[in-house]
């Protein structure tokens, strides 16, 4: 199933590498990630997919130190293909 | 004051007093102002020896574990150390020199990207890229390792760092976030309690983690919930509780492992339904209803659904539950497994009997004393057979499985404790992995005790073979090891070997009373195996047994 989440980490690479590594590890595919700079922050919009419950990524992503916030998006299916 | 100086500060204005580690070209000002520094370091002959001491130093205290290597391979080999206090939730700060600042990326002599290589198993890890940030991060990373769920953070601080001087910093007060207890959680779990016939307590490290034993205790007095643990948390449940059933899972008691099949309610204190606990999950407690406690939101669910959860410190979740009395019938039959399927000592053979001789070792020991395991059978008799009043007694690496644990756990743990006797448990195969640190012992003339249980084989892998490999025993041949009592001579430690059941209550009173350092070297039954045993695939009551 697909998700969209948006997810504000602070704006350092290694924050954006250490939140990828937890998606691939927990068993997401990464369909689509966007992100900008601002206020020190990134805010990432990203697609994943998975036939695992959402809440065993975001509940990880949280724990994140780097990591302000986690929001689930309602999902659009136009929007992917 | 340089970088170098302000970490050696920082770590004595946090009460550390005591550090493991191995100097080399990229930590050197570290080195340098630890030389007559109030924090004392200790050598270890190989970086991995000492991230497991810091494991041992945190584990047997509750304090944070600190560990130093150099940039490149000393980096690398602290990462094994790392990874299983990240399994373990241990609190441990390792800091590693790093290339300067202007080499970073270029490939230079001894330069690893650590940072990227710390990313899966760190609770979180630094690359220090400004000397005025020094500060702030060493005592973000401390107060991080050590709270919420604890775990081991990693600053790695490039050279020129060490050396640039760096402005004073105040000391921070970091404090923790304490997260809300959701009643209506409270609630459920308090009406699931009311309605349960046959429930459990399923005990896990995070009760070691939180310092709740007391609380758990006075819950498990109140209500008489039988309670089955974790290996991470044996010593939680105060061994004379009459309803105490035991270790659960893979190696667990029969008792333990039935009673939580047949459970209605099973209350998660603190664990986190690994593997090697629930055997086949479908089938793992399937007429229960769990009810989970937790300081960490993301293990509620993650391998078995919970019908109510308590989110927080479990010093303040626990007294929730003590609000019930334990079904009389369900108790009378908890009872009885118990003693059906209690521990046999009377081996009819003449060869050494493991679980006899750690079953001796468990009663002759004062119950202050700790013993570290290592990773295979031994560590597994360990848990079946010996008694533990609390967690920091019983040093195992249980999520990571890292043999090589043992031996240098141990010395982290008799430097922290130097008044408390301190034993390692290893086999012939792990006591190989991390060998080189009884020169540690030797150089700081520390009394820890060494028994090695050796089958000369890699018991573990071996026992697979034979139950599951058609009897191939593929590499687990180590009848070629060195003669154990001559190799720790070398190091100047004294010690015997044992080949028969009738000399070990002398040998391990030896053990015991020996002043200094000691090697017990017990050669036992190659063909003996750890029984029960759930294999793979199959639900935890259906365990193989040695007469099945």
Not at chain 2, 142 to 150: D, I, K, T, V, Y
Not at chain 2, 259 to 265: F, I, N, R, S, T
Not at chain 2, 389 to 402: I, K, Q, V
Request: proline share 5%.
């Amino acid at each position: 199933m697909k998700h969209q989440l948006n997810i504000a980490v602070k704006q350092q690479s290694v924050a954006i590498e250490r939140f990828l590594r937890v998606v691939r590890h927990r068993g997401f595919q990464l369909l689509d990630l966007a992100l900008e700079g601002q206020d020190e922050l990134f805010q990432v919009k990203m697609t994943v997919d998975s036939d695992k419950p959402i809440y065993l990524l975001t509940s990880q992503l949280s724990k994140l130190v780097e990591v302000k916030q986690v929001e689930l998006q309602p999902m659009q299916q136009q929007a992917i293909g | 004051m340089t970088g170098a100086e302000l970490l050696i500060d920082l770590l004595a204005k946090h009460g550390v007093k005591e550090v493991f580690g191995y100097p080399g070209g990229a930590i050197m000002p570290i080195y340098d102002a630890l030389y007559g520094a109030p924090v004392k370091h200790y050598l270890t002959r190989h970086e991995q020896g000492a991230g497991f001491a810091a494991v041992g130093y945190a584990r047997s205290t509750g304090k944070l574990g600190v560990c130093f290597a150099t940039s490149g391979p000393g980096a690398t080999n602290l990462i094994t150390s790392l990874a299983d206090a990240m399994m373990d939730s241990v609190p441990v700060l390792a800091i590693t020199g790093q290339v300067p600042t202007a080499a970073i990326g270029s490939d230079a002599f001894q330069e690893v990207d650590v940072l990227g290589m710390s990313l899966s198993c760190t609770k979180h890890s630094y690359m220090v890229e400004r000397a005025e940030d020094l500060a702030e991060v060493l005592q973000e990373a401390m107060h991080l390792a050590l709270s919420g769920r604890p775990g081991p953070v990693l600053v790695d601080i490039p050279k020129d760092i060490q050396l640039a001087q760096v402005p004073f910093h105040p000391w921070l007060a970091l404090e923790e976030e304490a997260s809300e207890l959701d009643m209506n959680e409270v609630v459920k779990a308090e009406q699931l309690l009311a309605q349960a016939k046959k429930p459990v307590a399923y005990v896990g490290g995070g009760v070691h983690n939180a310092n709740a034993q007391a609380e758990l205790m006075q819950f498990l007095n109140k209500t008489h919930m039988p309670a089955v643990s974790t290996l991470k948390a044996l010593g939680s449940v105060l061994p004379d509780y009459e309803y105490d059933l035991g270790m659960l899972g893979m190696h667990g008691g029969q008792a333990a492992n039935i009673a939580v099949q047949e459970c209605d309610v099973l209350v998660c204190i603190g664990a986190r339904f690994d593997d090697r606990v629930t055997g086949n999950l479908a089938k793992f407690a399937s007429k229960a209803k769990v009810i989970h406690l937790d300081i960490d939101p993301a293990e509620v669910g993650k391998r078995k659904p919970a019908a109510a959860s308590m989110i927080g410190d479990l010093k303040a979740t626990i007294p929730h539950l003590a609000c019930f009395v334990t079904d009389a019938q369900w108790l009378a039959h908890t009872l009885e497994m118990k003693k059906t399927h209690a521990w046999r000592y009377d081996y009819p053979g003449e060869k050494v009997f493991a679980p006899y001789l750690l079953n001796e070792l468990s009663k002759r020991m004062p119950n202050t004393g700790v013993v570290c395991c290592d990773v295979g059978q031994h560590q597994m008799w360990v848990a079946q057979h010996m008694k533990f009043t609390s967690p920091h007694n019983h040093l195992s690496s249980g999520g990571a499985g890292t043999m090589g644990f043992g031996l240098p756990a141990a010395i982290g743990a008799q430097i922290a404790r130097p008044d408390d006797m301190v034993i390692t448990v290893s086999g012939d195969g792990s006591i190989m992995m991390n060998i080189q640190e009884l020169a540690t012992i030797r150089r700081n003339n520390l009394p820890v005790k060494i028994l090695i249980l050796d089958n000369q084989r890699l018991g573990m892998v071996r026992q697979w073979q034979q139950l599951f490999f058609e009897g191939r025993y593929s590499e687990t041949n180590l009848s070629d090891n060195p003669d154990f009592v001559q190799l720790a001579a070398v190091f100047g430690i004294p010690g015997q070997t044992i080949t028969h059941a009738s000399e070990v209550d002398a040998a391990v009173d030896a053990l015991v009373a020996s002043e200094g350092p000691y090697i017990l070297h017990a050669c036992i039954d190659d063909k003996e195996n750890v029984w029960p045993l759930v294999p793979p695939g199959a639900a935890n009551d259906e365990m193989m047994t040695e007469n099945a």
